[in-house]
């Protein structure tokens, strides 16, 4: 039944080592999307994509990558994590463009040591 | 860009009384405009939306306001209980400029005492 799967659901990772989080869907979406959640704020939009077309948020950090290999899967890269980028990590998908609900994955804990 | 502002931060209620949030946006061409429940640990998860050709839409104890013309929009929960205390966030479109993206407002946390 799980429609937006996120791996792993914790990751701990130290100072400055890559990690990579992994989000994949059965619901067929064109739009995938990545957020930063931290404690007790909004859901933060780093990038997106609609099929391959890949949008940046003119904020998002360039230690922050995306890759989209295929429809179902999304990655999302941070090349050297700070202690500031401990947080949730919500991957979400939607069916287009012209307001549609959009779907959460359970999201992805991350640990910065 | 949107801007999407939400109030109370906090709200706090006995169970069974009303609970409103409100929020009010500043792109005119936002259409439409969900809110999302996001129990503590969880994902968030859509419980209502409406569009901007519709003035209120009612699902059981839940109902949403819209007035484009003030550009703000409401969430009404009736007969709240305490499985309603979750954080509760608005959110908005960008249009036509950017019809994939939803900006949220910074959330209310509601807390329903028994």
């Known amino acids: 039944d799980a429609m937006v799967i996120q791996n792993p659901r914790y990751q701990v990772t130290q100072f400055g080592k890559p990690v990579t989080l992994s989000c994949s869907q059965t619901?067929?979406?064109?739009?995938m999307y990545w957020y930063q959640q931290k404690s007790s704020q909004a859901p933060k939009l780093l990038f997106h994509?609609?099929?391959?077309?890949?949008?940046n948020e003119a904020d998002t950090p360039d230690n922050f990558q995306s890759r989209r290999p295929n429809t179902s899967f999304c990655f999302l890269d941070i090349r050297s994590p700070g202690l500031g980028d401990a947080a949730m990590y919500l991957c979400?998908?939607?069916?287009?463009?012209?307001?549609?609900?959009?779907?959460f994955g359970p999201g992805t804990r991350l640990t910065v040591t | 860009g949107e801007n999407v502002e939400q109030h109370p931060s906090t709200l706090s209620v006995q169970e069974g009384d009303s609970a409103v949030i409100k929020c009010t946006y500043s792109?005119?061409?936002?259409?439409?405009f969900p809110w999302y429940k996001q129990e503590l640990g969880k994902r968030p998860q859509l419980i209502i939306d409406?569009?901007?050709?519709?003035g209120e839409k009612k699902d059981q104890r839940i109902a949403v306001t819209l007035n484009k013309t003030a550009k703000h929009f409401s969430l009404h929960i009736t007969e709240t209980q305490p499985e309603d205390s979750a954080v509760y966030f608005c959110?908005?479109?960008?249009?036509?400029?950017?019809?994939?993206?939803?900006?949220f407002g910074t959330g209310t946390r509601l807390a329903v005492r028994p």
């Open positions: 959110a908005s479109d960008h249009g036509k400029s950017s019809g994939d993206k939803l900006t």
């Open positions: 979400a998908t939607s069916r287009g463009r012209g307001g549609y609900e959009q779907y």
């Open positions: 994509y609609y099929d391959k077309d890949f949008n």
């Open positions: 619901l067929n979406h064109n739009v």
């Open positions: 409406i569009r901007s050709n519709v």
């Open positions: 792109d005119s061409a936002s259409n439409y």
